[in-house]
């Protein structure tokens, strides 16, 4: 018999989506309300999460590509027109310029009549995951801290409902962490975040409590699904022990571990993409399965995310996934149905005692924010990806339709007339410049001035920053002023690349001494060591197949030239120019591959290196990869290639060709 | 991209017009070693503008260990540089991994941050393995970097005594020490490391630690001197704050006045080259191969006073005695 408890409220269905141009995305975001999704999730384009305005050089390719281009308070009101954000439970991916967002947020909440202290959602504004993965950071840690705790002091006295940060773990696994990592390293963040807070003296030693209560986690859930679950639970046991013994919270109630999903994106296929249908829906099992840890919020990739971008249908379709789990099974009827299990209380044991030992390595360091500086956290997520990505290469790890079962019959999914993914409108970037134009004509630019004016002035002092936004906001400012004044101010940096990890046992292995030795021999033959430039243009800070494709070339004896993430062409063929190399491997995943080859093939002419080979990897359509190659790309790889010896065969084979020597056959 | 080796005279005209795609060419051209190509480049080297090797532009090494923090040091010395109009040329020296032969170049944007500059040229180097913390290359390379930019700073990750293996193949050696690590402080007491002309050490910004390396450091100094008679300075920097480095900058031209002013600028240039050619041939036929050639310290004088040639036509003439009399002994 089991104890029948009260049916368990749902948690809250959001889809995360943006797209075009603010008033595609408010029609968007308006059918999916009407589909029964009860909350949003804002997605922004590149440039507004790295605070450029949509002119931009750096921005060109990239606007309305991975979200919604958010220049001014125009576009935002023209996003929640007719949603009363009074009443709507919204969340934003925002980082870097999150204090900007929020402000106008705010701001159009506040011209739609509703006060601040009305307002729900949730504020991403975790900066230093984005220096481990992602990657949309601007500035240097310390002032990116502190721009994190002015969010955070700001809204506990002024919208009590917001989460103004969510710490992330879920960028974490998608840059590889293992289940340990994930936690340890979200904790460490967490203790990072609310050290500063505490030492910034914004919120007294009463209102404390308010603070951790406050804050809020974003997870990753993957396949293994049980492990996932188990997970969940360790993050609850260590939140609650760190809240009380770190921070003195008291009540039960402000040291629950709250948290939103996303489930995994690393684990989704680009062949058989169908099958992440039951993948998606296994890794959302692992987050509501056990009551005591299910979480609060719940979004769900499309299953067709690796192909592009997904139509409305795909997001449909997920959003269903979550209704049938919630309304047609007996899930929220029952306790927690893990409660004594002796298997699971022993893996939740082994992930608390992992974590804790890694928490206490980062502490060893000073903390997070040093331990990032240092490079050692890249480096272990590096290393746990690059044994993950050996391990499907090696058959060891298993995922169906990509290393087994890889037969398969024609899809009908995505055979249709747009082969299955939505293609933004190439005229989206063109307007949203008009727009912008049209609105800097309009407003009152000595006002502008002012309101910039205070803001510098609010940077330097070091009071909070919130209130200088705002009136930015109220004034017209747009989101590339408001970064640059403060690049001005705090600077900006570049975060550790974590590629110089040992070389692992498969560098020893057959394969890679049989690939290494011919890659040995071309050098001779062309006269010095071969050299690659891995690079990655515009403003995509998905650094992972960068990381992987630089640490390979190293292994089997190429010499790599990698500077990290958000390089201009202009920057890639100076270095290719400098460095002397002998291909060129771009990788782009935010879907502006084809502006963004272009440009570096223009650059490429410009300092004399035409016919250098460039390969490019990313998530790129088979439409895309054919004009690709029209343009003068000698090879496009996409994530269904797993194999990395063999694409460094290819590489080294292009390098022969190029030098008029006949290919070698390397098994 | 082909195999067809450039035409040397023309390409040396062209580096030193400042060409940049020229100067490319031949850095990869220097690194050729197919036999072809290292005649080309002898050629090469022999066609670039003497005046500029001899005496003209500062080659300044910078090295210290892993962590001091080098590249965020040369990254602020290119700015004060750039302001005061002076172009800038790096050779940036990375170890390349012992068990793959590969290597991983990564230090380009912490020492350039804007990235665009065309009067900044910086190419890496992995050392391969070979020479100590440096590359073969370097000196070539670095000669021909002098015809065509006002600074050239070649860039070494150095560990224990090997550290400043540098300073004998520059005008200007700095040393960057890490604070709170008195490992180079001993290294200089016992006299097996050898003596930079400017010591920094970086991260003031941390604080009591960088103050009290400086002390240590400053009182070590007091008690050694470069050979030559140089009195070195130990300034303390922040390369994060931006501070120090205008007169780090001075320090370092403060050095090559010095050698001007004494007349000792271009024996020091000639002294880089024996160094070269002596580390070379020991690094390929060994203690005996030298030998025949009468031994390191007699070939050393004569070749820093013989008159400069190209480094590789010498080199190449050098070998081919070694060769010579091994094959008369056999």
């Known amino acids: 018999m089991t104890t029948q408890v009260k049916r368990d409220k749902p948690w809250l269905m959001r889809t995360y989506s943006g797209h075009s141009s603010a008033k595609a995305s408010n029609e968007l975001y308006r059918t999916n309300l009407g589909k029964g999704q009860t909350g949003l999730s804002v997605a922004f384009d590149l440039p507004t999460q790295t605070g450029y305005d949509a002119d931009h050089p750096l921005a060109r390719g990239e606007v309305g590509k991975v979200g919604v281009p958010i220049c001014n308070i125009g576009d935002m009101e023209a996003l929640f027109d007719q949603i009363p954000l009074g009443q709507m439970n919204t969340s934003m991916t925002i980082n870097a310029t999150a204090a900007w967002l929020l402000a106008l947020y705010v701001a159009t909440a506040e011209r739609q009549g509703a006060s601040p202290a009305q307002l729900q959602g949730t504020t991403q504004n975790d900066i230093l995951k984005e220096y481990l993965s992602r990657g949309t950071y601007i500035f240097p840690p310390a002032p990116s801290v502190r721009l994190t705790t002015d969010i955070i002091a700001y809204t506990v006295k002024n919208i009590p409902k917001w989460n103004p940060t969510n710490i992330c773990s879920y960028h974490l696994q998608e840059a590889g962490a293992t289940p340990t990592q994930e936690l340890a390293y979200a904790l460490s963040t967490a203790i990072a975040v609310l050290d500063a807070i505490r030492d910034s003296g914004q919120i007294g030693a009463d209102g404390f409590e308010q603070v951790v209560g406050r804050i809020s986690f974003f997870v990753n859930a993957g396949i293994r699904f049980v492990e996932e679950t188990c997970k969940m639970r360790a993050f609850g046991e260590m939140w609650d022990k760190l809240a009380q013994e770190r921070y003195g919270a008291q009540s039960e109630e402000m040291r629950r571990f709250r948290y939103g999903v996303q489930v995994n994106s690393l684990g989704l296929t680009e062949a058989q993409p169908e099958n992440n249908v039951q993948r998606i829906v296994l890794e959302m099992l692992g987050v509501s399965l056990s009551k005591k840890a299910r979480a609060r919020a719940i979004q769900l990739p499309a299953w067709n995310e690796a192909l592009g971008l997904p139509r409305p249908w795909d997001q449909q379709w997920a959003l269903r996934m979550q209704q049938v789990l919630v309304l047609e099974t007996d899930l929220l009827e029952y306790g927690d149905i893990f409660d004594g299990s002796p298997v699971i209380a022993a893996k939740v044991k082994a992930l608390v005692d992992g974590a804790t030992a890694e928490m206490a390595r980062v502490q060893e360091q000073g903390g997070m924010v040093q331990a990032i500086e240092a490079g050692y956290v890249k480096r272990q997520l590096v290393t746990s990806h690059t044994e993950r990505m050996r391990a499907i290469e090696r058959g060891d790890l298993k995922i169906v339709g990509l290393n087994c079962f890889r037969e398969t019959e024609e899809s009908p999914l995505t055979g249709g007339k747009d082969s299955g993914i939505m293609k933004v409108d190439p005229r989206a970037e063109r307007e949203q410049i008009e727009r912008l134009n049209a609105f800097r004509a309009k407003r009152n630019n000595a006002e502008v001035k002012a309101a910039l004016a205070t803001l510098a002035e609010t940077a330097r002092s070091g009071a909070n920053i919130m209130p200088a936004s705002i009136l930015c906001a109220h004034a017209g400012v747009t989101t590339g002023e408001w970064s640059q004044t403060l690049r001005d101010i705090f600077g900006e940096y570049r975060a550790p690349t974590g590629i110089d990890i040992a070389a692992n046992d498969d560098a020893r292995g057959a394969r890679a001494v049989a690939i290494r030795t011919e890659v040995i021999k071309t050098g001779e033959e062309v006269g010095r060591p071969l050299r690659l430039l891995v690079g990655k243009p515009g403003l995509d800070g998905h650094s992972n197949g960068a990381e992987q494709i630089a640490v390979k070339g190293r292994d089997v004896g190429f010499e790599i030239v990698y500077e990290g993430i958000r390089l201009t062409p202009e920057q890639i063929a100076k270095a290719a120019l400098e460095e002397g190399v002998h291909l060129i491997g771009l990788s782009v995943l935010s879907g502006s591959h084809v502006e963004m080859v272009e440009d570096v093939f223009n650059q490429l002419d410009k300092v004399g290196l035409r016919g250098l080979p460039v390969v490019i990897g990313g998530i790129i359509p088979e439409s895309d990869a054919k004009l690709l190659k029209e343009k003068g790309i000698a090879a496009v790889y996409t994530p269904k290639d797993i194999d990395l010896n063999g694409i460094m065969v290819d590489i080294l084979n292009l390098i022969r060709k190029a030098n008029d020597l006949q290919p070698v056959a390397t098994a | ?330």
């Open chain 2, 1 to 330: 991209m082909t195999l067809a080796l450039p035409e040397p005279a023309a390409l040396a005209a062209a580096v030193g017009g400042r060409d940049r795609l020229a100067l490319a060419r031949a850095l990869n051209l220097l690194d050729d070693r197919r036999p072809v190509a290292r005649q080309c480049a002898a050629a090469f080297l022999d066609a670039l503008p003497a005046e500029k090797l001899d005496t003209g532009g500062h080659l300044i090494g910078i090295t210290g260990p892993p962590g001091a923090g080098k590249s965020s040091l040369t990254a602020a010395l290119i700015q004060v540089w750039r302001r005061r109009g002076l172009k800038v040329a790096i050779l940036a020296v990375d170890p390349s991994s012992p068990i793959t032969g590969g290597a991983l170049l990564g230090d380009r944007l912490r020492m350039h941050a804007s990235g665009a500059d065309r009067e900044v040229f910086i190419r890496s180097l992995a050392c391969r393995g070979e020479f100590g913390g440096l590359s073969a290359e370097v000196w070539p390379m670095s000669l021909a970097m002098l015809a065509a930019f006002d600074v050239v700073l070649v860039e070494t990750v150095g560990v224990g005594q090997k550290e400043i293996d540098v300073s004998k193949m520059t005008d200007t050696t700095c040393f960057v020490a890490q604070p709170a690590s008195g490992d180079s402080i001993q290294f200089l007491k016992a006299g097996i490391m050898e003596i930079p002309h400017v010591i920094v050490v970086n991260k003031e910004d941390i604080g009591m630690a960088a103050r009290k390396t400086l002390s240590e450091l400053k009182n070590t100094l007091r008690r050694q001197m470069d050979p030559e008679g140089w009195q070195v300075p130990a300034l303390s920097v922040s390369a994060a704050l931006g501070s120090g480095i205008e007169p780090l900058a001075d320090a370092l031209d403060s050095h090559r006045n010095w050698l001007l002013a004494r007349g000792q600028f271009n024996a020091r240039r000639q002294r880089c080259q024996a160094e070269w050619l002596v580390k070379h041939l020991r690094e390929e036929f060994g203690r005996y191969g030298i030998g025949l050639l009468g031994g390191e310290d007699a070939l050393f004088i004569r070749l820093a006073e013989a008159p400069r040639r190209s480094p590789i036509a010498e080199y190449e003439a050098l070998r081919a005695r070694v060769i010579r009399e091994i094959k008369a002994k056999g």
